[in-house]
């Protein structure tokens, strides 16, 4: 029989970056702000972790972040300006934003890579499994990934990290896992990882992205963890060495994700995100797409 495990509540979502990618929009504006549509990419993280019933969530934060902390707080000036108008609707936007969760916030301090930021969250988890999102990577809601890999934790056990079949040539992009397969198609036994190979060095073309649900043990590993690649304390070396032995922390599973995923760290991905959301959108989409469809036609 399947042993069930603690039912998980918390998500820690790092958000210390700089952003230098978006320079100068990020000079002052924290990248997790930038709008996708009429929503910064932030909110839509954190309503990932809502809709999979995490509502404890601690933002790894660093300088000139609190722009984070406000949007998640409320405006009383703008919504009794609303209230005055009679806008209920734009009212009712303003305080999803503050209604969302429980928040809590910790500064990171130097931005030693995402190890050493998971590691700011180890006072506030405890010894309990958690969810870790990344920001710069928006799952589509009708996609519930972080829904599934929190039930594959609380049957298996250990970690779960997410998996996505990238090509080749862009493996070096991101942490590779070498992977077994299990009775059930999606999910796969993870045996090894290495942060960003080269491509004849990878051991399969399944990247790791910005979604995991991990065992508390990681943090005693991640404070053993010397700097890495990059010079920065690596989560793909912590849970390498839990995929190795399993004695540790549980074993090491992964979801191999095939669905909508949008890509908001890169300039390019960022755009196309905005097109994509914005065409699915019942108010916007109709005559955004006619625009876009005239658009490349006559200036294409």
């Excluded at 929009?25 to 999979?52: F, N, R, S």
């Excluded at 933002?59 to 409320?74: A, Q, V």
């Excluded at 070096?172 to 960003?196: F, I, N, P, W």
Aim: charged share 25%; with cysteine.
């Amino acid at each position: 029989m399947t042993q069930s495990h603690p039912r998980i509540s918390k998500a820690v979502i790092p958000a210390a970056g700089l952003g230098t990618r978006f320079l100068p929009a990020t000079k002052a504006t924290p990248k997790e702000m930038l709008p996708v549509v009429d929503k910064p990419a932030i909110q839509y993280v954190v309503e990932e972790a809502v809709a999979a019933g995490l509502s404890d969530v601690l933002m790894i934060t660093g300088r000139n972040k609190r722009p984070l902390e406000d949007h998640f707080d409320r405006n009383y000036e703008l919504e009794s300006a609303l209230t005055r108008k009679g806008d209920a609707e734009r009212l009712q936007k303003v305080q999803e934003s503050s209604d969302l969760a429980t928040m809590h916030y910790v500064r990171q301090g130097d931005p030693r890579g995402l190890g050493h930021a998971v590691l700011c969250a180890a006072p506030h988890v405890g010894d309990q499994p958690f969810a870790v999102l990344l920001g710069d990577d928006l799952i589509d809601p009708r996609d519930p990934l972080l829904a599934r890999m929190v039930d594959i934790q609380e049957r298996e056990g250990g970690s779960v990290i997410a998996l996505m079949e990238v090509a080749p040539e862009q493996i070096h992009m991101y942490g590779c896992a070498a992977v077994e397969s299990t009775a059930q198609g999606d999910v796969v036994r993870v045996t090894g990882l290495v942060e960003k190979p080269d491509a004849a060095e990878a051991p399969s073309n399944l990247a790791v992205i910005g979604r995991y649900v991990l065992d508390p043990a990681v943090f005693d590993i991640l404070r053993k963890t010397e700097p890495g690649r990059g010079g920065e304390i690596q989560l793909t070396d912590a849970l390498q060495l839990l995929a190795e032995d399993e004695k540790i922390g549980g074993p090491v599973h992964g979801v191999v994700f095939k669905g909508r995923r949008y890509d908001t760290g890169d300039r390019g991905d960022y755009l196309r995100a905005i097109v994509r959301l914005a065409c699915e959108r019942e108010d916007l989409g109709p005559d955004f797409r006619t625009w876009l469809r005239s658009y490349v036609t006559e200036e294409m």
